[in-house]
């Protein structure tokens, strides 16, 4: 899992090539035997085909247009304190065993319909999608993995405490890796001897202000604080003996919404 955060990218061109049988009950264990962050959230993830769900999706705020797959994971979730990261953590760790598969994968989070797409899930709760991740074969094989360092802030500029040198470095750099919507990379880490506590960022410059409104970038960046979690947990698991991922009281700063505490033992 570490190796598949450092060669994983985001792919938005794919083949029209099925997955074979083997695959999809492979993905389908992979969504089953997936833990969440907060076990009170109820969460279903659909794997769905691309053509049952396109209409669905009108585009997606940035550069890259519509993103049209084979099959798309949906992520639906009950509205709760939490559910955003929770979402977050919970794909990022199923497209991080795809990406052990040698499957291509790319986060949507733009204008999804969600009230046209929840019609067409075979959930009958109260769950309102919120995420959807385009998956299948890239239609370049070059495309599949990373060749070069993705373009990131600086792991000081992350930090907002002053720590000299940098106490979990290993294990920041992988939550340095993380995707994130419009490449916002929201996440600030304050590093403690035996604790990180995380962080997005809420003050931003006049593009993000805009881009929060018209692209739900406050949600996304949420959704994101959730994959950084999943980052941190898997570089952690592989150094240390014990992990906790806990939410304390107290915690937000100026300019700042605090998310969780990960303790490292």
């Known amino acids: 899992m570490n190796e598949a955060i450092n060669k994983r990218k985001s792919v938005r061109k794919y083949s029209d090539q099925k997955l074979t049988q083997n695959q999809l009950n492979d993905i389908r264990n992979i969504i089953s035997n997936s833990n969440s962050l907060y076990e009170d959230i109820d969460v279903d993830i659909d794997l769905m085909e691309g053509k049952k769900i396109w209409n669905s999706i009108k585009g997606i705020v940035g550069s890259y247009g519509k993103v049209e797959a084979p099959y798309y994971l949906i992520g639906s979730t009950e509205e709760k304190d939490g559910h955003l990261q929770n979402i ?7 497209i991080l065993k795809l990406t052990t598969k040698e499957l291509a ?3 949507i989070g733009g204008r999804i319909q969600k009230k046209e797409l929840k019609n067409k899930l075979k959930n009958n709760k109260n769950l309102n999608p919120r995420i959807i991740v385009a998956l299948g074969h890239p239609k370049n094989k070059d495309d599949l993995h990373r060749k070069k360092e993705p373009k990131r802030k ?3 500029e992350l930090i907002i405490n002053d720590q000299e040198p940098i106490e979990f470095e290993e294990i920041l750099s992988k939550a340095r890796l993380a995707p994130s919507a419009m490449n916002s990379q929201p996440w600030r880490f304050q590093v403690n001897q035996k604790e990180i506590d995380l962080y997005i960022k809420t003050k931003r410059g006049l593009v993000n ?3 929060s409104k018209v692209g739900n970038l406050d949600s996304m960046n949420r959704i994101d604080a959730g994959i950084a979690l999943k980052h941190i947990e898997i570089a952690a698991q ?8 806990t ?3 107290n915690k937000d700063k100026k300019n700042y919404e605090y998310i969780s505490t990960i303790e490292i033992s």
């Open 88 to 94: 977050g953590y919970i794909l990022e760790h199923i």
């Open 105 to 107: 994968t790319c986060w």
């Open 154 to 156: 600086k792991l000081e």
């Open 209 to 211: 202000r805009v881009l």
């Open 238 to 245: 592989d150094n240390y003996e014990k992990i906790r991922i």
């Open 247 to 249: 939410k304390k009281s």
